[in-house]
């Protein structure tokens, strides 16, 4: 039996979905969806093409594609194979990135700017994931010192700041 979904659901084809995904997974796209969506009686989201549309959706150049690609195959490796911790460092650097394309002079004037360093480290090496990759990926970016300086100074970013603390006026 293949899987069911309601008449209202929302699903990605198409080109560039893995980017889109590391995308709208970030804190900066769920700020700003949380900005203009609307809202159920309890709060939560109501998410539709419509909601989606008027986002900032920034239109990757060609070598910029590819890292976010390969850090949603390996957060949907680690969990996929019950590797939480691994899943969520990958997810704050995929966040991290995520500042560095919107607001990337901040993010370089603040020395947390991270992009090229993680470009580096993912080398054609680390193309399909799997358990012996994911270590390895996992100590390269907690070693990097570039990494690990961005990931930190990056919440003292005005912007960054700003989604952190959950402000949406």
Same mark, same amino acid.
């Given at each position: 039996?293949?899987? @069911?979904?309601?008449?209202? !659901?929302? #699903?990605? %084809?198409? *080109?560039? +979905?893995?980017?889109? !995904? ?6 900066? &796209?769920?700020? *700003? ?5 609307? /809202? !159920?009686? +309890?709060?939560? &989201? ?10 900032? %959706?920034?239109?990757?150049?060609? =070598? ?31 966040? =991290?990135?995520? $500042?560095? @394309? ?5 993010? /370089? ?6 992009? *090229?360093?993680?470009? =580096? ?16 990926? $996992? #100590?390269? &970016?907690?070693?990097? /010192? ?14 960054? *700041? %700003? %989604? ?6």
């Amino acid at each position: 039996m293949g899987e @069911l979904v309601l008449d209202s !659901t929302c #699903f990605l %084809i198409g *080109e560039k +979905t893995k980017y889109l !995904t590391a995308l709208l997974n970030s804190k900066v &796209l769920n700020w *700003e969806l949380f900005k203009i969506s609307p /809202k !159920t009686g +309890t709060g939560d &989201l109501i998410i539709s093409v419509q909601a989606l549309e008027p986002l900032m %959706i920034h239109y990757p150049a060609k =070598n910029e594609e590819k890292p976010f690609e390969m850090m949603v195959d390996f957060i949907l490796f680690a969990k996929e194979s019950g590797h939480e911790k691994e899943a969520n460092f990958f997810e704050q650097v995929i966040d =991290n990135m995520v $500042y560095d @394309l919107y607001f990337e002079e901040s993010m /370089k004037n603040n020395s947390c700017y991270i992009t *090229e360093s993680v470009k =580096n480290i993912l080398t054609p090496d680390f193309e399909q994931p799997n358990k012996e990759k994911m270590e390895k990926l $996992y #100590f390269k &970016l907690k070693e990097d /010192k570039v990494v690990q300086r961005g990931l930190i100074y990056s919440r003292v970013v005005k912007e960054v *700041e %700003i %989604i952190n603390r959950g402000k949406h006026d």
